[in-house]
């Protein structure tokens, strides 16, 4: 594919992921890196969504009025979700062709499927305190492993029993830490495409187009109804990552 339709592609994956993050308060960095990575490879895609990551989710975990609130309950998950990013991109630079896109597409698949199955586990007070400290380190070494920020740290929160503006902002608050530290790692260990972050700055356009459509429709539309369609489109591409990962290994 040509770089002009490279980019006029990518700027159509923004839109669409920028969509679905008005909608739902997630999916950006899931779906934009899924469907990126298909057409310009792991590396590339991964540094592409750095800025307009950066900046939705700055706005996101500002807005809503409940930030002194989730920092004081879920500051723990943070800080041991930011402080393992390094390790898990350290471990990226040296994976072979085809484990980028395993990893990527069984975290899709795990994310998805309790959601798709309509489970919603519920922690009591004393397992949200002894949990937030392994949840968070897992999910700091996804983060730098694959890029996106999501597993385990929504499912974590949706256990809290936070009401929908929470859970919001408490999300955006997770991926603009994740965000920041996975920018610095990946700058840490070279493994940033440079010539990839002035597209990056380009893609806010579409982002926020999409953001902007996402939130008129918010309360207007079933929230129900889209995030299931969203956990499917993440698990149908997590299988076909999985797939290609599992290919490129074997071949």
């Known amino acids: 594919m040509e770089f002009p339709d490279v980019f006029v592609v990518a700027g159509l994956i923004f839109v669409v992921a920028g969509l679905v993050k008005g909608l739902v308060g997630f999916g950006l960095p899931a779906l934009s890196l899924g469907l990126l990575t298909l057409i ?27 930030f002194s609130f989730l920092v004081k309950r879920l500051w723990l998950f943070l800080v041991f979700a930011a402080v393992t990013v390094w390790a898990g991109a ?6 072979q062709d085809g484990w980028s896109e395993t990893l990527l597409g069984s975290l899709f698949i795990l ?12 922690l009591s007070p004393s397992a949200e305190r002894w949990l937030a400290v392994p949840l968070g380190l ?53 493994y940033l495409e440079a010539a990839q972050l002035g597209p990056s700055v380009v893609m806010m ?25 969203v956990l499917a489109t993440i698990l149908g591409l997590g299988l076909y990552l999985f797939a290609v990962g599992v290919s490129a290994l074997l071949g």
């Not at 996106?148 to 902002?169: A, K, M, W």
């Open 40 to 66: 310009m490879g792991h590396q590339a895609a991964i540094t592409l969504i750095l800025v307009p990551s950066l900046v939705t989710n700055f706005w996101q975990a500002f807005s809503g009025g409940n």
């Open 111 to 122: 994310y998805s499927l309790p959601g798709l199955a309509g489970l919603q586990p519920r």
């Open 205 to 229: 356009l579409p982002t926020f187009i999409g953001v902007y459509v996402g939130q008129r429709f918010r309360k207007e539309l079933s929230e129900k109804a889209f995030r299931q369609v």
């Open 138 to 190: 897992l999910n700091g070494l996804f983060t730098g492993l694959t890029g996106t920020f999501n597993f385990p740290g929504v499912i974590y929160f949706q256990s809290l029993g936070l009401n929908r503006d929470e859970l919001v902002q408490a999300m955006g608050l997770l991926f603009l830490i994740s965000t920041v530290a996975l920018w610095l790692s990946l700058s840490r260990v070279g």
């Open 90 to 95: 350290l471990v990226l630079t040296r994976l």
